[in-house]
């Protein structure tokens, strides 16, 4: 049974249907990735946001190391 088979079989949809479904979610996740890696490249270029990263970050390694 193909991916799109089993598909259309969970959802009670026709092949079609699914098809048109799996086309549309894929087409949203690029969508969120795209936003997500822009926001990312414009936080990097904050460099308030990048230095108190990083102090958080070496914050983080502190509490780590003292278990």
Known sequence: M???DE???K???SRAEAARQAISE???RERRRS???AEA???MQNEDYVREAREVASLM???RGSR
Do not use: D
Request: aromatic fraction near 0%; glycine fraction near 10%.
């Open 2 to 4: 193909s991916a799109l």
């Open 41 to 43: 490249r414009r936080l």
């Open 61 to 63: 390694e502190t509490l």
């Open 7 to 9: 598909i259309a079989r």
């Open 11 to 13: 959802r009670g949809l």
């Open 35 to 37: 936003g997500l890696a």
């Open 26 to 28: 894929t087409a949203e």
